[in-house]
């Protein structure tokens, strides 16, 4: 919730979501599919400025979601794997490019992107199993 407030422009401070969450005004996601929502959810408002949007909500206005319905789930994650790969590769170089001055300057951000590449790799890898095993003839 405050990540959607403040990506749309609203200053919220954590602690204010935490006094939310212990009043039962925010529901925690349990499932990682719905925390992931969540989170892509609470970064779309910075699309619109709008708090409420979500990412459904451009998804449903989209030219393009009837062509991608008509995809399998393994395409589907297999092209979003791929998509995340590629970032992933860029980002990693331009790592690269700058690690001798970011490693001396600002080794704690450096961390929070390797980690985050980690992450990455690890979704897209599992994405790409997934692909796999749905292409895979039922018995």
Request: hydrophobic fraction near 45%; avoid cysteine; charged fraction near 25%.
């Amino acid at each position: 919730m405050a990540r959607a407030l403040n990506q749309a422009g609203f200053q919220v401070h954590y602690t204010t979501v935490a006094r939310w969450k212990s009043q039962g005004w925010i529901e925690q996601e349990a499932d990682p599919l719905d925390a992931a929502r969540a989170n892509l959810d609470a970064a779309t408002p910075v699309l619109t400025t709008d708090p409420t949007t979500r990412a459904a909500d451009l998804a449903d206005h989209s030219q393009d979601k009837p062509a991608l319905e008509k995809e399998s789930d393994a395409e589907l994650l297999r092209a979003a794997a791929r998509a995340a790969l590629i970032t992933m590769t860029l980002v990693e170089r331009e790592l690269h490019a700058h690690a001798p001055e970011l490693v001396q300057t600002r080794p704690a951000e450096v961390g929070i992107l390797i980690q985050a590449l980690a992450d990455l790799y690890e979704a897209a890898t599992e994405a790409l199993v997934r692909a796999d095993a749905l292409d895979l003839p039922k018995r």
